[in-house]
Structures are given as C-alpha cells and as structure tokens.
C-alpha cells in the first residue's frame, strides 16, 4: 500500500509565474489536507478537502490560492502569481477518516526566484 | 489559537540518556498527536493519544496528556543518534467545531543526540 504521494519534490518558479502541487491520498482514503511549513517553524494548515469538495478553507489565503480534490485523479494546490513569500514546503496528508491519523507525503519544496 | 506549544526548543542529549517534550495547548481536543521530521524531509507519525486516554506507549516512546492541565509530554528512552530529528505535536479539535478536520501544530523541538 503505497503512502501518500507528492509531485514534484522540488519546484523552481519565477515570480508571476503559477506552481501546481498535486497530491495522491493514501489508497482509500476520501479525506486530503494541505499544509505549509516556513523555514525553522511548524507546519500551518491551509485546506482540507474530501472528494470534489472544500470542507474547510479557513488557513488558505483569500487570492491567488486554489485547492481542489476531483472525483478522479490527485489532488491539487494552485498557487498564482507566485510571489518569494510563497516559497516554502507544502505538505499534503490523507486520512480515512476525519477523527483518524493523518500521514503525511514527503512535500514539495517551492522556490520562487 | 489552539496552537501547541512546545517545550524545550532544543534539547541536545547524548546517546542511551532519555529525552522529553512537552507540549501545551490552549482549547478542548478530540486527539493529540506527536510527529517526527527529519531534516528536509517529511513528517513522520508517531503516536496518536485521544482525549479520554492518560498514557500510550510505542516501543521507546511513551506518551502522555493531561487534559486538566492541557498538556502532553512526549518521552523517547535510551535515545540513539537516529532519533535526531525535529518532533512536533499536533492537536485536533473536538466533533463539529470549525477546527475538527485539521491539525494544529506546535513549532517543535529539535532534538540531537550525540553518539
């Protein structure tokens, strides 16, 4: 049963430019969570997602972040118009269900020059 | 905020002695759960304790909470140089609060243990 799957591990983007994360659950597991890890500090969490909708958006900011969790396929984190801020890891992590442990995927560095 | 907080931020130890964190958080929680990240790399799960459980234990972790005092410590006995690493505890809200889906982290505590 393989883990929770990230691509890419490492992503380089120029400012303006739109970085897209995908992320495959756990086999079986309907529930995905985004969360984005700063340099030296702890991971924040942005969105939760279950199958084709948002349940929970509160940490994602309001412009230029998209999340969404097809019927088919991984899920997606879209950022726009990056911008240096944005660099950081981004993790996703899948569970069962919502009370259940939360395993997480090896992330994706972004770099935004 | 519900965020954990975690204590000490570092902790530097040498091989075979034992290394504790502990982790403080503000509001009522369905479960707690404590992480590993290596350097670099992802987070790892360690331990999951919920809210009506005073103790767990998983090889040479042993857990704790204490949800008058809003609290857990996080023990690793006989450490060995792999445990360096960064450990986080993470907590979950309760049943139909706005926070119940995602977890809360703490900033963690950097651990090294010297061979």
């Known amino acids: 049963n393989a883990g929770v799957m990230q691509n890419p591990r490492h992503l380089v983007r120029r400012r303006g430019q739109e970085a897209r994360l995908r992320c495959s659950p756990m086999?079986?597991?309907?529930?995905v969570y985004w969360y984005r890890q700063l340099p030296e500090e702890g991971l924040k969490f942005m969105v939760y997602l279950q199958k084709e909708n948002i349940i929970d958006e509160s940490g994602m900011p309001k412009e230029r972040f998209s999340a969404e969790f097809p019927k088919e396929g991984p899920s997606i984190l879209r950022i726009q118009q990056v911008v240096r801020g944005d660099s950081a890891a981004y993790f996703c992590?899948?569970?069962?269900?919502?009370?259940?442990?939360?395993?997480f995927g090896p992330g994706t560095r972004l770099l935004v020059l | 905020s519900q965020q954990g907080e975690e204590d000490p931020q570092a902790l530097s130890i040498q091989e075979g002695e034992n290394a504790t964190m502990n982790c403080s958080y503000k509001t009522s929680i369905n479960n707690l759960q404590w992480y590993r990240q290596n350097s670099g790399r992802g987070l790892v799960h360690l331990i999951l304790i919920r809210s009506n459980e005073r103790e767990k234990h998983s090889g040479r972790l042993r857990v704790t909470l204490d949800t008058s005092k809003k609290s857990s410590s996080l023990l690793i006995t006989a450490s060995r140089a792999a445990d360096t690493a960064s450990y986080f505890c993470a907590i979950r809200g309760l049943a139909g609060g706005t926070s119940y889906g995602k977890l809360t982290f703490g900033q963690g505590t950097i651990l090294t243990v010297h061979p």
């Open positions: 992590a899948s569970s069962g269900q919502a009370e259940e442990t939360q395993y």
């Open positions: 086999k079986g597991h309907s529930h």
